[in-house]
């Protein structure tokens, strides 16, 4: 059975007719879980299933919604939680596998323990290239006073799937979170992080790459709240649009009272190589506290003239530099990745994409 679901809803509203406020999707209410595999748990990981644990943080908030977020949570039967304690020497690996034709969902905890240090992957695919159906991803982390992880998604869905995916996360104490997407397959992509700087002085960063080409649909809501004193954000958006594809971008720093001495810098660029794409995007401040400094930004642009000359006077046509750009665009987040074999997936995927390989001439 599927059902009319309002997704991303942006954290302040802005006028109906931008049409950005939020998105509207058609969702199979009956989802199957999908746990995923975890293909290496290094010393210091404990899994279990659940979809609760004890700690003294706040709940996260969801950026999808809690419609969203509760449909996964209930048709999630089991979860997986991944505890980890003390410093993780590789980082945990956890694919999320998807056959065609599928409607499935996941639910994971992460949680830090106290003083805890560790890097989390977490790559969704498809077995065929071309498989459709949905996958809904709802990753919860909470990180207990003086924890740093960093957390990387990678989407390398089949080019008919959608995807809605959330990553929830709350910081204690002087908590530090690192977050790293990158977003290039699908068809309908919703997806967004939201995090809470609970306890003074946490921080939390994020770098997002995205290649939207053909008539993919990216959808994107990413929110920071500071809550804790002296605490920062730092979130950067830097990807390609291409084609008859559409790009929606709502970003927000929210300084709430209280958080005083807290700062936060959002920043999104996009390329647009085509007349008939389209992005639309939405940077926002919300400050209810003097004591603060803040900024933001948004760009959209296409090659300049002068770009192009450069290229060209180095034998590059205007085809080849905007496969350059877009790729290293990507690899930009890519490389933060601790993983060589999922960054050459990255760079496989991305060499289907434009029918190229590293041999081209």
Known sequence: MEQKMQINPITYLTWHWMKINSDTISVNMNLTENKGADVHIPDGVTVTNGKEIKTKLNEPV???????????????????????????????????????????CTHQIIHALEGSKGQVIIVSSSKDKTSSGMTALLTKVYLEDNSELQISKVQLLGSNMNQIDETASVCGEN?????????????????????????????????????????????TNQTVVHKGKKTDCKMFT??????????????????????SGSTGDELENTLNLSPLALEKSAPIIL?????????????IGKLSNEILFYFNAHGINQAMAEELLSKAKITSAAVKIPSQEIQKEIGDYLNEIYGSDDTKE
Request: proline share 1%; hydrophobic share 30%; net charge negative.
């Open 62 to 104: 969801y950026s999808i919604g809690d419609e969203a977020a509760n449909l996964i949570k209930e048709n999630a039967k089991d979860g997986k939680i991944y505890t980890i304690k003390g410093t993780l020497k590789e980082p945990l690996i956890i694919r999320l596998e998807s056959d065609d034709g599928v409607n499935e």
């Open 175 to 219: 908590a530090h979170m690192d977050f790293v997407q990158v977003e290039l397959g699908g068809s309908h992509i919703d997806t967004g992080f939201h995090s809470t700087l609970l306890g003074n002085l946490s921080k939390y960063s994020s770098h997002m790459g995205y290649l939207c080409s053909n008539e993919q649909y990216l959808d």
């Open 238 to 259: 830097d990807g390609t649009i291409k084609d008859k594809s559409t790009k929606v971008y709502r970003g927000t720093i929210d300084m709430v009272r209280g958080c």
């Open 287 to 299: 400050c209810g506290e003097d004591d603060i400094s803040a900024e933001h930004g948004s760009t």
